[in-house]
């Protein structure tokens, strides 16, 4: 998934900022000063040391975070982890990289870009086709079994030409087990460009713009009831369809605040002649500068889909940050959504962010992630849908960037580098979750 300008707008919000868990970590960019022992001089500053131990999102850290020396647990939980759907032939890809390429190859061309720096991650199953009905079935049962309750896959409609809907179409869906994961789709809706490799997001070359107009929002809807919202395992909120909308920010720009709306009302109004008396609409990015207006402009939930995403906007480039810094600024981002937004908040928990495949040295890095942090972060997720959920605001979902991110290094399936550490972390806290729930 590429990431733009919401990033930016969060950072001049005031979100991003180069926080500390006690006081000395923060980012670093790939020109700050290096440590002076020959041993690590190739190191950046905050991947062993003193940095390191202040960035890291230990118990204390994450309870001062919170507020709180007690975490609640939500009475139904249920874990959403973003899938992106590019491990796969896809024909309009084909057609501009050549027969059989995947995103895969990115992968398999990157490096690593300073001592110590563990990307590439490969997928520890070894390379796969995503769209193959029985690949399909080992993942679905693999999420199911570590506490995955549904993905929200990464669906791509550009004025009717799309791509990489073959794993939900010709994967996922016919997939014999496929009734043991619910699924929703997330319009990812905006430029898709040549970041394979590329400088800079904003240097990359796009090769299909995102066009808004009244009239697709009905043909949005009307594909997506015709191939995704009857089925049974899809995900609903309330009895309703849910639809994700990744970047309203860019529907606002092209029609307006006043466009949007509309055009979310026809997608109700669509829905509704088709067999679908409700439809929840969700937000994942893009609305920073109104997002007290949400409800208004007719979005019925919110989410950020990652909560890192550095290269795209707030850090230097090249930025080389704790794990653990990100993990604070989560927190603090959600608590200010949870104020501020005037639909329901869901957090999402990053497990890492990492785009050198695509940016290579330009990229900003979380370093040092491990299981341990992603758990407590999780947990601390948990604990905010938690309260909020005791107000009677919102279900308890939390999600999760991502499934298979390889080449921004969010990743829940095995790698060859962390195994199943993350999807172990994962069952723990649903687990953990089911059982103080019961006792509660």
Not at 6 to 12: D, G, H, N, S, Y
Not at 59 to 79: C, N, Q, S, V, Y
Not at 205 to 210: D, H, Q
Not at 228 to 237: A, C, D, I
Request: charged share 20%.
């Amino acid at each position: 998934m590429q990431r733009r300008t919401f990033l930016e707008r969060a950072a001049q919000a005031g979100l991003l900022s180069s926080l500390s868990l006690r006081g000395g970590a923060s980012a670093q960019s790939t020109d700050a000063k290096q440590a002076k022992t020959a041993q690590t001089s190739n190191l950046p500053a905050a991947l062993i040391g003193q940095q390191a131990m202040d960035g890291y999102f230990d118990e204390a850290a994450l309870h001062r975070t919170l507020g709180t020396d007690k975490l609640l647990a939500p009475k139904r939980l249920k874990t959403v982890v973003f899938n992106f759907p590019s491990w796969h032939p896809s024909p309009w890809m084909e057609a501009r990289f050549g027969k059989g390429w995947t995103e895969f190859d990115t992968l398999r061309n990157a490096r690593p870009l300073f001592a110590g720096h563990t990307m590439p991650h490969y997928p520890l199953w070894g390379y796969y086709d995503e769209a193959d009905p029985e690949w399909a079935a080992r993942e679905i049962d693999l999420a199911a079994d570590y506490g995955v309750d549904a993905w929200m896959i990464d669906w791509y409609w550009h004025e009717g030409v799309q791509f990489y809907q073959e794993q939900l179409e010709q994967g996922f869906l016919k997939a014999p087990n496929r009734k043991r994961l619910e699924f929703a789709v997330m319009w990812a809706n905006h430029d898709w460009k040549n970041v394979y490799p590329a400088r800079s997001p904003n240097q990359a070359a796009t090769m299909l713009p995102m066009v808004h107009t009244l009239p697709d929002f009905d043909r949005v809807t009307e594909y997506c009831a015709e191939h995704y919202f009857h089925e049974p395992n899809y995900l609903r909120v309330d009895g309703a369809p849910l639809f994700c909308v990744f970047d309203s920010g860019k529907v606002v720009q092209q029609l307006g605040e006043e466009g949007c709306r509309r055009g979310l009302d026809r997608m109700r109004a669509r829905a509704a002649q088709l067999g679908f008396p409700k439809l929840h609409l969700q937000v994942a990015n893009g609305y920073d500068s109104y997002e007290g207006r949400l409800k208004e402009l007719g979005f019925d939930s919110a989410t950020q889909y990652g909560t890192f995403g550095w290269t795209y906007g707030g850090k230097p480039a090249g930025s080389r940050i704790p794990y653990g810094v990100g993990c604070v600024e989560a927190v603090q981002s959600w608590r200010h959504k949870q104020t501020t937004v005037t639909v329901p908040f869901h957090p999402c928990v990053s497990v890492g962010w990492d785009d050198s495949p695509r940016f290579e040295e330009f990229a900003s890095v979380a370093i040092n992630r491990s299981p341990d942090q992603f758990e407590r972060l999780l947990r601390g997720a948990c604990h905010v849908v938690a309260t909020d959920t005791a107000q009677g605001k919102h279900d308890d979902l939390v999600y999760i960037a991502a499934w298979n991110e390889w080449t921004e290094d969010h990743v829940l399936l095995p790698d060859t580098t962390w195994g199943y550490s993350y999807l172990e972390a994962l069952r723990r806290v649903s687990h953990d979750n089911v059982h103080r729930s019961t006792l509660e």
